[in-house]
């Protein structure tokens, strides 16, 4: 049984690491062409064919797939939303989704079958990896909506003073986010593509209030929520949007300070578990163990005479 499970997790894992491959293939490729030289890579242009060939492609492997689940368009909207937060804004992310969502469930269950595991348990062992094949693309991409959100929430005091930096050396509120998603690109690239999108909203010609709304509504992240709310308001009344930027970028360093004493100050009750279920006994029978022996040994002496 143990080397069932050992081929099958091994398999599993195997799965897993080609699908995140798969997914994670256009940002590979980003960061070579950001990494090589102009010469030594392609044109922007052959890029761009390569590229659509791969969505094309990709699309052409889960046609097959991403219909067989009944969705309403309630629900895709619901799918669009939470891959824009995770960074996916393609619409062949959302079949790509789907397709998923009966793929892994039908792939668990071969690897089961070829492994041997489903001997222990048919029912069991196919009931769950069904029910897990099924869940484990929303897991994932919640992982990925979350890792999104803490990356921005912690480069955001970062964003905020390098635009207060640029506005107090003569550039506009819109030249500096753009500028500041320039400098941001290699240190913070979540932020810097939120910020980017943010600039090309503004020159498809919408209001400067309602794309700072979108950019909120696109990350929904409280910090951010915030900084469009002081934005919206000094645009409103004119006050100094510089200074008020630097004041909130501290107050979120202050904040994010104070989370991390928070966590430092939980760690004491979070010991208590670990102590008494693993260090405490071991100590015991280290400290008391001799002791033990030793009574012991005692107590059959005293028998035997």
Known sequence: MALALITFLAVFVLVVSGGALLFYRAAILKRLSD??????????????????????SLGYLVQPFHKVLPRS???ISVVEQRLIRA??????????FYASKVVVPVLLTVIATATGVYEY???????LTLGLGFLIPDFWLSNRIAARQTAIRLGLPEALDLIVVCMEA???????????????????????DELALLNLEQR????????????????????????VAILVQVDQFGTSVAKALRIHSETLRTRRRQEAEEQAAKTTVKLVFPLVFFIFP????????PAMITLLEAFDKYLLN
């Open 204 to 227: 498809a010609g919408r209001p400067r209030a309602d794309c700072w709304k979108h950019l909120a509504d696109r990350t929904d992240v409280d910090a951010m929520r915030s900084v």
């Open 35 to 56: 990494v090589l030289p102009a010469e030594a890579g392609e044109s922007g242009l052959m890029r761009q064919l390569a590229a659509a060939r791969s969505g094309a």
């Open 87 to 96: 960074g996916y804004r393609d619409k062949l992310h959302v079949n790509v």
């Open 170 to 192: 003569g550039l506009s509120l819109d030249q500096a986010v753009l500028r500041t998603a320039d400098e941001l690109d290699m240190s913070q690239p979540v932020l810097s």
């Open 121 to 127: 348990g048919a029912f069991f062992v196919y009931g």
């Open 282 to 289: 071991s100590i015991f029978v280290v400290v008391l163990g």
């Open 73 to 75: 368009q309630e629900e």
